[in-house]
Every structure is written in structure tokens, then in C-alpha cells.
């Protein structure tokens, strides 16, 4: 398993450094995806940009380190710095840009405001941007049921149900999401070196994770949510304290209430757990192991029920029809079919059929077959295809955060399109390049916890390929990069290398 997840992560590092040196995904008012080819001063540009990002974090971190008096000084005032002005920025970008709340956010927080004011007239029969009634909306999203339970418990805990003060949470998100990171580098740092100062450039400066704080859907919580799960699962396995398992599983219970996609982080920690049983199995007691398995299950049921539980007394009690959901089947159609935004991302052809009419799945299952069947015999096509859904998903730099605070063309907002595109295309090519070299330096040694985070990576870029597709929706697994790269890359040693290139000569030779 641990050799199946280091060679699709060096695979999927490397695909995404190919494509974001090659194209530049640009994504519109009206969310659709253009994909261009880079010029050559454009990629020379973007190569200095990322060779400077690394160069610049080896001499400064190496320069901290060599005053073994102050390091530590240095590196805390250093950090206290970068997040104050972080803080500061995502504060300031929230209360100054507030862009509109419209169709699937104000769907989800009107329902929070029926849970809280529990006044199922005043909300449920109105129309939503589908042309439904909400009340026939939630019936068919039923993950927006166990999102709103969310935002109600926050609005019962403040006493108030403004839609705007939703955008505290995401606040708060962001500052947990720098705090989690540090807690995992912290637990990295006991087995790897780390260079500190490329892990504070990397955090601090993806400013699409601050700027995304106005986007009133869960996005940022459950990611902070689950990153402190991952935390506590590896506080766990180093120290075999049970509170760190139960923790872990009652924060991933209500990012996975909020986010459906926090399923790959369950995935990826209980992978986790069952290597770390499976190192240890012949050298503990039965009873240990057992323990070790009973948590594995306890972690899943925690992280899993209470969101169907959830959704399940709303639905009861809202006397909705549990069996017109809708077929999450159009999701997949959707990711492999050429779409009016692009290839996979949502088609109102395909989505709006389903909503209307569940029952339309079977029809959907033998549009797939065919689709299969057409992909198997067109294999140039089906790698362009591939590869353009990709692109514009991992080669789209603002990931949405621009254009989830602008709603036309000329807003204001514009002008910094292009060198945040630019800035964070770089900074991608940085993480994921470290990265794939911290994995080919340490393939003999790399730890569990590294593992973990390659996993999750590995598993959202799978999902994505075979679901529906969104720039936006990539953001964690950027996040989950950047303690990977922010281990410290060993020296290359030139002699060794030369010595290595003598032997083969003369091997040559002698033949």
C-alpha cells in the first residue's frame, strides 16, 4: 500500500508541475474555463519565480540555523509576524469585500435559519435560484441538511442569525487551518529536519485560502476541522493516549457534516491507522491489537453517523420524501462528459434533469457504459480529455477565490487576476516540486505521517479526476502539500554522483 501511494503521488506531483509550466487555466465571471498555452517568457518567468521561492527559503533557513543561540527566537518572532499580518489581511478582505450570498450558499444558511428559528413557513416554500420550492431543494441535496444543522448550532450559540456572521466562522477557519498546519509540522519535525521558512511562505502567502473566507459554504471549517483530526490521530499513534482518536473522530464528524469530501480525509487516516496496526501487529499483545482495530471502527462510525442521523430527523421532521434525492450518479456523468464550463465541471443539462427527476439515474448508468465504451476505443481522445479536466482545475491559480467575490467582468477585482495567477501558480509548482523531491530523497524512510498527508493528497486528486470538477474544490489538497514540502531537502552530493558516473564508465570500458 505505502508503494502504491508513493508511486501515484510522485506520478501526480510531477503531472501537475508538467501542466501548470505548460497552460494557465482562466476562469470567468460565468465560471467557464479557457485553457492557454504558456509563452516562453511566461514559463521563464514562472521557473525563476519558483527557483528563487526555493533558493531564497534554503539560504534564509540555513541563515536562521546557523545561530544556534536565537534560532528559535528568530523563527517565533518570524511566524508571529507572517500570521499577525495574515490575521490582519483576512479580517480586512472579509469585512471589506462582501460579496453577494447567492444560490447554493443562501439555500444552505436559509435552512439554518428555519432550524433555528424552527418556523418551517417562513423559509421552506420560497423559490431557489432551480425554480423549486427550498423545501423540494433540500429534499434533494440532503448534504445541505447536516450543513445548515451546523451553521444553526453556531447561530443558538451566538444568539443571532445573520447571514453575514457566517463569515466569522470561515475566520476562525483559516487561523485554525494555520494552527493545525503547525501542530502537523511540529509532529514531522520528530522524524524530518524542516525549513521553517519555506513552510511560513507556503502557508502564509496562499492567499486564496484567506480571500475565500466570504464564501459562506463550510469549505474552510471542515478543512480546518479535519486537520486537527489528522493532528490528533498522529499525537495518537505516537503516544497511544485514547483521547486523541476520540477528539480526532468528533471534529471529522462535523467537517464531514459540512463537507461531503472530508470522506477522503476518513479514508486516507483510516488507511493510516491500518498500517500503523499492521507495523506493529507482530510485536504487540492481542488485546493491544484489538484495541488498535475497535478504534479504526470507533473513528469511522463517529465521522460517518451523526451526519445521516442528522439528516434523517430533519427529513421526518420537515415530512420530506427521502427517496427523491438526488442521484449523485449525475455527478459522475457530469466529470465525464465535455460541459458548457468545461470538461467535467457541472452541466445544466445533465444536473438539471436529475433534479427534476430522480428516477432519471438508470438512463445516466447506460450514458456511462457508453461513454466507457467510447473512451476505450478512442484512447488520444480520452488522454485529451483527461488532461484538460485536470488543467483546469490545477492550472486555474486564483482557485475561484476571485471570482467567488466578483460577479461580472469589470468589477474591480480584476486587475488582480493575472499576478495572482502568476504568484500562486509558482508557489504550486514550489510545493509540489519539494515534495516529489522530499519523497524521492526519503523513499527508503518515509514515516506514516508522511504517508498520511501523500495519501489524502493522492485521494483528492483520484475523486476529482472521477467527479464532478471545480478549481475550488482542490484547495485541500494544495493544503496538505505544504507540510511535505516544507521538509528539508537533503544536500545532492556532487562527488558521490561522479563516483557513481566513474564506475559506470569503466564498467563500459572494461566491456
Known amino acids: 500500500m505505502k508503494k502504491i501511494i508513493f508511486f501515484l503521488g510522485i506520478i501526480f506531483l510531477a503531472l501537475i508541475i508538467i501542466l501548470n509550466v505548460a497552460f494557465t487555466a482562466n476562469l470567468d465571471a460565468g465560471e467557464h474555463i479557457t485553457i492557454n498555452f504558456n509563452n516562453f517568457i511566461y514559463v521563464i518567468g514562472i521557473l525563476f519565480l519558483s527557483t528563487l521561492m526555493i533558493v531564497g527559503s534554503e539560504f534564509l533557513n540555513k541563515k536562521i540555523y546557523n545561530d544556534n543561540e536565537k534560532k528559535d527566537k528568530k523563527i517565533k518572532w518570524i511566524f508571529i509576524v507572517f500570521i499577525s499580518i495574515y490575521i490582519l489581511f483576512t479580517a480586512i478582505w472579509t469585512i471589506v469585500v462582501r460579496p453577494p450570498i447567492i444560490a447554493d450558499q443562501i439555500h444552505a444558511c436559509n435552512l439554518a435559519q428555519t432550524m433555528y428559528r424552527d418556523n418551517v413557513e417562513e423559509f421552506l416554500p420560497n423559490d431557489t435560484y432551480a425554480g423549486i420550492p427550498l423545501r423540494e431543494y433540500v429534499q434533494a441535496y440532503h448534504q445541505q441538511i447536516s450543513l445548515a444543522f451546523v451553521f444553526s448550532i453556531f447561530f443558538k450559540l451566538i444568539h443571532f442569525d445573520g447571514i453575514g456572521v457566517l463569515r466569522v466562522l470561515n475566520v476562525i477557519g483559516n487561523i485554525s487551518i494555520v494552527i493545525a498546519l503547525c501542530k502537523i509540522i511540529g509532529q514531522l519535525s520528530k522524524k524530518y529536519k524542516i525549513n521553517y521558512v519555506r513552510f511560513i511562505l507556503l502557508m502564509i502567502t496562499f492567499v486564496s485560502l484567506p480571500m475565500l473566507s466570504t464564501f459562506i459554504y463550510g469549505d474552510i471549517p471542515s478543512l480546518a476541522l479535519c486537520l486537527f483530526s489528522v493532528y490528533f490521530m498522529m499525537k495518537y499513534t505516537e503516544t497511544k493516549k485514547i483521547r486523541y482518536p476520540i477528539v480526532a473522530s468528533i471534529f471529522t464528524s462535523i467537517a464531514y457534516m459540512m463537507r461531503m469530501n472530508s470522506l477522503i480525509f476518513i479514508i486516507a487516516t483510516t488507511i493510516y491507522l491500518s498500517l500503523e496496526l499492521f507495523k506493529e501487529i507482530k510485536e504487540k499483545k492481542w488485546k493491544d491489537n484489538l484495541i488498535k482495530i475497535l478504534i479504526i471502527f470507533f473513528y469511522i462510525a463517529v465521522s460517518i453517523l451523526p451526519s445521516s442521523i442528522v439528516k434523517n430527523y430533519y427529513l421526518n421532521k420537515y415530512n420530506m420524501d427521502k427517496n427523491k434525492e438526488y442521484p449523485n450518479i449525475s455527478y459522475f456523468l457530469m466529470a465525464m462528459e465535455e460541459g458548457p464550463r468545461a470538461n467535467g465541471w457541472y452541466s445544466e443539462g445533465i444536473g438539471e434533469p436529475a433534479l427534476k427527476n430522480p428516477a432519471i439515474k438508470e438512463e445516466y448508468a447506460q450514458r ?6 467510447f473512451f ?71 514515516s506514516l505521517e508522511l504517508i498520511l498527508l501523500v495519501t489524502i493528497f ?40 561522479k563516483e557513481k558516473l566513474n564506475i559506470v564508465f569503466s564498467s563500459w570500458n572494461n566491456k
Not at 368 to 373: H, P, V
Not at 470 to 485: E, F, H
Request: proline share 3%.
Open 368 to 373: 456511462i457504459k457508453e461513454r466507457l465504451q
Open 458 to 497: 493522492v485521494g483528492g486528486f483520484t475523486f476529482h479526476i472521477l467527479w464532478e470538477a471545480k478549481s475550488r474544490y482542490i484547495i485541500p489538497y494544495i493544503v496538505v502539500l505544504i507540510p511535505v514540502a516544507a521538509v528539508n531537502m537533503n544536500k545532492f552530493n556532487l562527488e558521490k554522483w
Open 376 to 446: 476505450s476505443k478512442n484512447i488520444g481522445y480520452t488522454i485529451d480529455f483527461y488532461m484538460m479536466k485536470i488543467t483546469s482545475m490545477w492550472a486555474e491559480n486564483t482557485y475561484s477565490a476571485v471570482r467567488q467575490n466578483t460577479r461580472q467582468e469589470n468589477d474591480s477585482l480584476e486587475v488582480i487576476i493575472e499576478p495572482l495567477t502568476f504568484y500562486q501558480k509558482a508557489l504550486l509548482i514550489v510545493m509540489c516540486l519539494c515534495a516529489l523531491i522530499i519523497l524521492i530523497q526519503n523513499r527508503k524512510n518515509l
